[in-house]
């Protein structure tokens, strides 16, 4: 199908909060199902999608850390968290008719491929999804930052941040009425005002690769493929 959007191949970074839906841990099965029809929507128009998926759901290394646990041991089972999230991602997909390979930077041989970057390439090009697992493989860094990783490699046009908010804005939305959305703002400002919208090793990382970050709200049904054809509201991050 001929592609109408100005993309060729972009790369969705989930968090594992917008996985759990309105539950409080885990994963909410109708909430996957949904985010993976928005995802069919996207590559059903020819676009080549890839996803990261993170595992707040889960486990979040720095919490096990926080609790005693050896920093390193429990970032590792954030990683194997983050396998759950792609596997259940990729079993909504493939209820969905769409062909997707979960890759993984730790060794999963019985579950998954292990990543590879030009075989995700090509995955791609025949109009498979793309769900890369286990983040980096390294403790220490976050799936926020394998995002704009995994999309410098890919060579994708954009990374697309899927939150509970519509963008990025001067402030707290729901403490302060005040608080604006950003329409566009720069890597720089984003980094010199602290804005949370990735941590500073993921923004400096898509800043070197001239990689945009465009945050959208996923809460809304299509919003992914909405927001791609300039019909939602987001924030777009770039130089
Ligand atoms: N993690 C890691 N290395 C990576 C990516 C993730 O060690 O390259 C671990 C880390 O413990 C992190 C957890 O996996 O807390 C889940 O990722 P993240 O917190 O980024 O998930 P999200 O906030 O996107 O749900």
Redesign the pocket.
């Known amino acids: 199908m001929p592609n109408p959007l100005p993309y060729k191949r972009v790369l969705l970074?989930?968090?594992?909060?917008v996985l759990m839906g309105d539950q409080e841990f885990g994963l909410d099965p109708v909430t996957v199902q949904r985010v993976a029809s928005d995802i069919k929507d996207v590559r059903d128009t020819g676009i080549e999608v890839c996803v990261v998926?993170?595992?707040?759901?889960i486990?979040?290394?720095?919490?096990?850390a926080a609790n005693g646990m050896d920093r390193t041991t429990?970032?590792?089972?954030?990683?194997l968290?983050?396998a759950i999230n792609a596997l259940a991602l990729q079993n909504a997909l493939e209820q969905l008719g769409v062909p997707t390979r979960v890759q993984s930077?730790l060794r999963m041989d019985a579950i998954c491929e292990p990543y590879i970057r030009r075989k995700a390439m090509r995955h791609m090009e025949k109009g498979r999804v793309v769900i890369f697992s286990?983040?980096?493989?390294?403790?220490?860094?976050?799936?926020?930052?394998?995002a704009a990783l995994r999309a410098s490699e890919m060579d994708c046009d954009a990374l697309f941040k899927a939150t509970k908010v519509d963008g990025v804005y001067s402030a707290d939305p729901k403490k302060d009425k005040n608080a604006e959305r950003f329409g566009t703002i720069s890597y720089m400002d984003v980094l010199t005002k602290d804005l949370k919208v990735m941590d500073a090793t993921a923004i400096s990382l898509a800043r070197e690769n001239n990689v945009p970050i465009v945050v959208f709200s996923i809460l809304e049904d299509g919003n992914f493929k909405n927001v791609m054809a300039g019909e939602a509201a987001c924030t777009v991050v770039s130089d």
């Open positions: 970074k989930m968090s594992g909060e998926v993170g595992a707040g759901n486990f979040r290394g720095v919490s096990g429990a970032d590792y089972m954030g990683m968290g983050i930077a286990a983040g980096t493989g390294n403790p220490y860094f976050t799936s926020d930052t394998t």
